[in-house]
């Protein structure tokens, strides 16, 4: 069960929907809904029909989706975000640097004047 409590979280970060959003659309409890996340719950037929539907997809496609795709795909855009906030701590390195040039100046021209 945890193992399709996750692929369910899986496919639900993946519509960029809050457990609030899925438990409302399965008519549920937000803590109901996460104990089937976590595996707590076991979930029932007509329960599984249900969540299949909601992610569009047929009962057997949920409990066979493949998590290594969906892996992979989470890791490129994980090195795509990690990437960028490289760039943005090298720009605030930059901007430090400049301050620090700035002050150096502000404070040299006081001491001259």
Excluded: C, Y
């Amino acid at each position: 069960m945890k193992t399709l409590g996750k692929k369910i979280r899986l496919l639900r970060h993946q519509k960029g929907w809050s457990q609030e959003d899925v438990a409302k659309r399965l008519d549920i409890s937000i803590p109901a809904f996460s104990k089937i996340e976590t595996g707590i719950t076991d979930i029932n037929l007509s329960r599984l029909e249900q969540i299949s539907n909601l992610f569009e997809m047929s009962v057997v496609q949920l409990l066979t989706f493949n998590d290594l795709e969906q892996d992979q795909k989470f890791v490129s855009e994980l090195e795509v975000v990690n990437k960028k906030l490289t760039d943005r701590e090298t720009e605030i390195i930059d901007l430090q640097k400049k301050v620090i040039e700035l002050f150096e100046e502000l404070r040299h021209s006081k001491i001259t004047a």
